[in-house]
C-alpha cells in the first residue's frame, strides 16, 4: 500500500513537468502581450518594450521557462503581472474560497444524488421515482449559472433570506458568517453533479437488487431497509464512487462559472481575469495548482475503493 | 462499512482544519474586530459595487477605471479638476507660475498637509513621487510597473527641490497639456516614507494625502476605506467607503435593488428603464470623456479615397445605434473631441443618414456595384460598449448600399495586439476602437489620434491618418500656452477630419451610475473618477 502510494506519487512528477510545459506553451503561444494589455492600447512601442524587458518577456521561452521552474521549485511562485503580489499566497488565498465552495456542493451532490437514487431505485416505476427523476433531469439541464441567477433573484431578493454575492458581510471574516453566503452558490453548483450521481445511484442499485443474494436477504426476512443500506448499497457503491471521483474535477471547472454569477472570491475568479490579462506568473500558478490538487484527489479516490471493496489490492 | 466513518473524520478533521487556515484574511488583520464593532453602530457607510476588482492601490501602478475608481479617494494631486469640469485648480499646490518659455512650472506647496501616515508633504516628497516613476535609476524605481509614467510625464526632464515648500518642474519643450496631466493618478504624491518601507507592497499598503485612509484589502472580496479626519479640506461626512467587486452585470443589479449595496457602475442598456421607474434609486448620467469609432485603413484601397469613406458615413444609420442598441447609454457625437472637453467644435454635424448619397459617392469612386471589406471586432473591451450588435448592424447598413462586411471577432488582448501593428505589417481594412481621454485636454484626443506621428506603433492614430494642415495644427497647438489660441486651432482640426472621415465617429458614452437615494450630493466627474469628499448618507 505504501509503495503504492510512493509510485503514485512519484508519477505526479512527470504529470505536472508536462501540465507545466503545456500551460507555458499555451500561454506564450497564444497571440496578446502582458505588457501591451497592462499599458493599454494608449501605450508607446518603447514603453512595452521597456515592460517587457522589465517582465523577462524579452528572452527566448525555454529561458522563460527554466527560469520560472527553477524559481518555482524554490518556493518562488513569482508576481503576479496584473495584481502586483506574489502569486503563492495569492493562489492559496483563493484555493481556499474555491475549496470551500467545492467541497459544500460536493457534500450537497453526494448526500442529495445518492439519497434520490436509492429511492428512485428502491420504488422504481412509482410516483417518486419518476418525480425525482424529472427533478434530476431538470437539474441536469440547467446552465449553472442561470440557475444561480434565478436562485438570487428568488431568495436574495423576492424573499431577502440569502445574501446575494460575496462571501462575507462587510468587513467580516469567520466560518458562522460565511454560512448563508454559501448556500446559495453551492446549491446551483451541485445541481449538475447531483443529477449524474443520482442516475449513477438508481441504475447500480437497480442492477444490484436483481441479483441473487440479495434475494436471498430478503427470502430469509431481513428488513427491506436493511437489505437497501446494508447489503445493496456498499455494492452499488463502487461504480458511484468513479462517478463521484470524476465529478469534483467538474466541480472545480463548473465553479469558475459559479464564482463569477456570485463574485466568490476562489481561483476561478482569478484565472478568468488572469487569461484575460495574459497575467503568466499568475495563471502558470493557478494550473499547477489546479492540476496536483486534481492529480491528488484521484489518487485518493482509488484509495477509497480498497476501503470499499476487499477485492480490490494495491500493490 | 465499518472503516468508512473513521475516514470520513479523518477527512472533516482536515478540512475544519482547512477552512480555519482559509478564510480570506484581508491585508491587516488586525484591524478587523474593531472596525466590525463599528460596523454596527450605525456609521456611515457606503458600499460600491465595481465592475471588476481593483488591481492596486498605489496610484502611480493605476491604469483601469475600477483601480482609479476604487483608489483616488487616498491621494492628492498639485492641481486637481474642478467639480463637474477638466478645468483645474489648486490642489496640494497653493498656487504656481509658469515661466514664459513655457518650460518651468514652479508650485508653491501647502504648509499644513499630512500624509495618512504622520510624515509631512514636502517638496521633496513631490520630486520623490515624479523620480520614482520616471527615473529607472531612482532607488524605488523597481517598486512597480508605472504605466502611465511615460504619458504623464515623458516630457519632463527633471524635477528640482526649490525649498522645502517650493518644487520646480523643467520640461524637455513646452507641452501647453502639461499641468492637465499633473491632475490624473500618475501624479498623485505619495507618502515616500511608506514607499521605503512596503517597496514593491505599497500596493497594499498605499499612503496619500487624501479624504480616505486605506484600512484594508482583501483581493476579491473588497477593499475599505475610512475617512481621514485630519484631510485637510475638512474631515469627509461618510466614515467608510467599501469597495466590492461583482464581475456579473446581473448580480450586481441584484444586489442594488436589494439594498445590500448602494452603488453601481456600468449597468446594461437594457435595464436602465426598470432602475430609472425604481423610487428607491436615483440614476445619475453624464456624457463621459469617451469616444467610439470605426477607423478606415486611409493607406489602403478602397478606403484611400475619401469618397469612399464619406459613403461609408452615410450609408450608417447612428441615430438607430445609439438608440435602438445603446439604447440612450451613449450620445451620438459630432467630432472626436466629447462635448465635456474644451475646444469640442459644437458647430458640426456628423454625417447624415443617407443611404442614396452613399451610393451616389461610391459610383463617383468607382464601385458602383461597391466591394468587399473585412471588420475586425474584439468581443468586448474597455469602452467598447456593444461591439458584436454594433459591428451587426453596421454591416447591415453597409449590405444595403452594396458593400459586404466579412466580420472577424477577436478576444480583446489578441484584438490589441492586430490592431496595433506598424504600417508594413498591417493588413486591415477597417476595425472598432474607443478612447477615454485622460486628462481632459483636446490634445489627449486629436494629437493622439490623428497626428501622422503618432501612426501605430508610435501611438494611437490607428487609421493612419495624414493631413499635413492637420499635423501642422495639432503640433502648434500643443506648444501654444494661450488656450484662446489653442481652441481655435482645434476647432479647425476637428472640421477638416470630420469632413475627410477616416473614422465613422459614433458616439460618447455617457457614465452611468445607479445610487441608493440615500446617497446625497454625489456628483459625476467627466474623467470617471469617484468622488466622496462632500457625499453624505442619510
Redesign the interface.
Known amino acids: 500500500m505504501v509503495s503504492y502510494v510512493g509510485k503514485r506519487l512519484l508519477a505526479l512528477i512527470p504529470v505536472l513537468i508536462g501540465v507545466t510545459i503545456l500551460v507555458f506553451s499555451i500561454m506564450h503561444l ?4 502582458p505588457a ?13 518594450k521597456q ?1 517587457r524587458h ?2 523577462g518577456l524579452d528572452l527566448p521561452v525555454y529561458q522563460q521557462y527554466f527560469r520560472w521552474i527553477t524559481n518555482v521549485l524554490a518556493g518562488d511562485w513569482g ?1 503576479s ?5 506574489e502569486v503563492l499566497p ?1 493562489v ?6 474555491t ?2 465552495l467545492t ?1 459544500a456542493s460536493a457534500l450537497i451532490s453526494i448526500v442529495g444524488g445518492v439519497l434520490f437514487g436509492i429511492i428512485a431505485a428502491a420504488k422504481k416505476y412509482s410516483f417518486w421515482d419518476r418525480f425525482l427523476m424529472f427533478l434530476v433531469l431538470v437539474g441536469f439541464c440547467m446552465p449553472v ?1 442561470w440557475f444561480g ?1 434565478l436562485l ?2 428568488q431568495f ?2 423576492k424573499l ?1 433570506w440569502l ?6 458581510s ?6 458562522v458568517d ?1 454560512l448563508p453566503y454559501l448556500i446559495l452558490p453551492a446549491v446551483s453548483l451541485s445541481a449538475g453533479t447531483g443529477a449524474v450521481i443520482a442516475r449513477m445511484t438508481r441504475s447500480s442499485m437497480l442492477e444490484v437488487l436483481g441479483q441473487d443474494y440479495i434475494r436471498t436477504a430478503r427470502a430469509k426476512g431481513m428488513k427491506e431497509q436493511k437489505v437497501i443500506y ?1 447489503h445493496a448499497l ?1 455494492n452499488a457503491f463502487i461504480p458511484i464512487l468513479t462517478v463521484i471521483g470524476m465529478q469534483v474535477g467538474f466541480l472545480l471547472a463548473g465553479a469558475v462559472l459559479v464564482e ?4 466568490w ?2 481561483i476561478g ?2 484565472m478568468v ?1 488572469g487569461i ?3 497575467d503568466f506568473p499568475l495563471v502558470q500558478g493557478i494550473i499547477l495548482f489546479v492540476a496536483t490538487s486534481y492529480v491528488v484527489i484521484n489518487l485518493l479516490v482509488d484509495l ?1 475503493y480498497a ?2 471493496d476487499p477485492r480490490i489490492k494495491y500493490k | 462499512m465499518k472503516r468508512i466513518p473513521k475516514a470520513l473524520l479523518a477527512v472533516s478533521l482536515t478540512v475544519a482544519a482547512f477552512m480555519a487556515g482559509c478564510s480570506n484574511e484581508p491585508a491587516e488583520p488586525e484591524k478587523q474586530p474593531a472596525q466590525t464593532e463599528q460596523t454596527s453602530s450605525g456609521e456611515k457607510v457606503i458600499v460600491v459595487g465595481l465592475q471588476a476588482e481593483p488591481t492596486s492601490f498605489d496610484a502611480h501602478q493605476i491604469s483601469d477605471y475600477n483601480t482609479s475608481r476604487a483608489a483616488m479617494e487616498i491621494y492628492d494631486q498639485l492641481v486637481q479638476f474642478k467639480d463637474e469640469s477638466t478645468e483645474l485648480e489648486p490642489d496640494l499646490a497653493e498656487k504656481w507660475d509658469v515661466s514664459d518659455n513655457g518650460l518651468e512650472y514652479t508650485f508653491y506647496l501647502k504648509k499644513d498637509v499630512k500624509f495618512h501616515d504622520g510624515t509631512p508633504l514636502n517638496a521633496e516628497a513631490v520630486k520623490f513621487s515624479i523620480d520614482r516613476q520616471i527615473d529607472p535609476k531612482h532607488p524605488y524605481h523597481e517598486t512597480g510597473t508605472f504605466a502611465y509614467a511615460d504619458f504623464t510625464f515623458g516630457m519632463v526632464d527633471h524635477v528640482e527641490v526649490v525649498d522645502p515648500y517650493t518644487v520646480k518642474i523643467v520640461l524637455k519643450e513646452p507641452f501647453a497639456p502639461f499641468l492637465s496631466n499633473l491632475a490624473m493618478h500618475a501624479a498623485s504624491i505619495v507618502s515616500p516614507e511608506a514607499v521605503k518601507k512596503y517597496g514593491k507592497d505599497f500596493s497594499k499598503h498605499p499612503v496619500g494625502t487624501g479624504p480616505f485612509k486605506f484600512e484594508s484589502w482583501t483581493p476579491g472580496v473588497e477593499a475599505v476605506l475610512v475617512k481621514n479626519p485630519d484631510y485637510f479640506k475638512g474631515a469627509p461626512k461618510v466614515d467608510k467607503l467599501i469597495f466590492k467587486p461583482i464581475t456579473e452585470d446581473q448580480t450586481r443589479l441584484t444586489e442594488l435593488e436589494s439594498g445590500s449595496i448602494d452603488m453601481i457602475v456600468n449597468i446594461p442598456p437594457d435595464d436602465l428603464e426598470r432602475l430609472r421607474a425604481d423610487a428607491n434609486l436615483q440614476v445619475l448620467e453624464q456624457p463621459g470623456m469617451h469616444v467610439w469609432w470605426t477607423a478606415f485603413n486611409t493607406q489602403k484601397k478602397p478606403f484611400n479615397d475619401v469618397k469612399v469613406r464619406q459613403a461609408i458615413n452615410y450609408a450608417i444609420n447612428k441615430e438607430s445605434i445609439v438608440n435602438n442598441i445603446l439604447h440612450g447609454t451613449g450620445e451620438l457625437a459630432n467630432s472626436p473631441v466629447p462635448p465635456t472637453v474644451w475646444g469640442h467644435n459644437a458647430t458640426l454635424k456628423n454625417y447624415e443618414y443617407n443611404p442614396e448619397k452613399a451610393k451616389q459617392l461610391l459610383a463617383e469612386a468607382g464601385y458602383p456595384n461597391g466591394f468587399e471589406v473585412t471588420y475586425w471586432v474584439p468581443e468586448s473591451g474597455s469602452g467598447m460598449q456593444q461591439p458584436a450588435t454594433m459591428a451587426a448592424a453596421i454591416q447591415a447598413d453597409l449590405a444595403a448600399v452594396g458593400i459586404k462586411v466579412n466580420i472577424q471577432t477577436l478576444e480583446w488582448g489578441t484584438y490589441l495586439d492586430k490592431v496595433f501593428q506598424p504600417k508594413e505589417k498591417m493588413d486591415m481594412d477597417m476595425h472598432q476602437m474607443s478612447w477615454v481621454g485622460d486628462n481632459g485636454d483636446p490634445d489627449n484626443f486629436l494629437y493622439a489620434m490623428f497626428s501622422s506621428e503618432q501612426w501605430p506603433t508610435a501611438g494611437f492614430n490607428d487609421s493612419f491618418y495624414k493631413n499635413e494642415t492637420v499635423d501642422k495644427l495639432l503640433k502648434e497647438a500643443r506648444t501654444t500656452l494661450d488656450k484662446q489660441k489653442r481652441t481655435q486651432m482645434y476647432e479647425e482640426a476637428q472640421q477638416i477630419i470630420m469632413e475627410e472621415a477616416p473614422w465613422i465617429v459614433l458616439d460618447h458614452e455617457k457614465q452611468i451610475v445607479a445610487a441608493n437615494q440615500k446617497i446625497k450630493n454625489f456628483k459625476l466627474h467627466p474623467t470617471g473618477v469617484f468622488r466622496f469628499a462632500n457625499v453624505d448618507v442619510e
Open positions: 497564444s497571440p496578446g502581450d501591451q494589455i497592462i499599458l493599454g492600447p494608449k501605450a508607446t512601442a518603447e514603453s512595452v515592460l522589465e517582465l508576481r503581472i496584473q495584481m502586483k503580489m495569492l492559496l488565498d483563493r484555493f481556499g474560497a475549496f470551500i467541497l449559472f441567477i438570487q433573484i436574495g431578493l431577502d445574501p446575494i454575492s460575496g462571501m462575507h462587510p468587513g467580516k471574516t469567520g466560518f460565511m446494508k456498499k463569477m454569477v456570485f463574485s472570491p476562489g475568479t482569478l481575469k484575460q490579462a495574459r477509497i476501503y470499499l
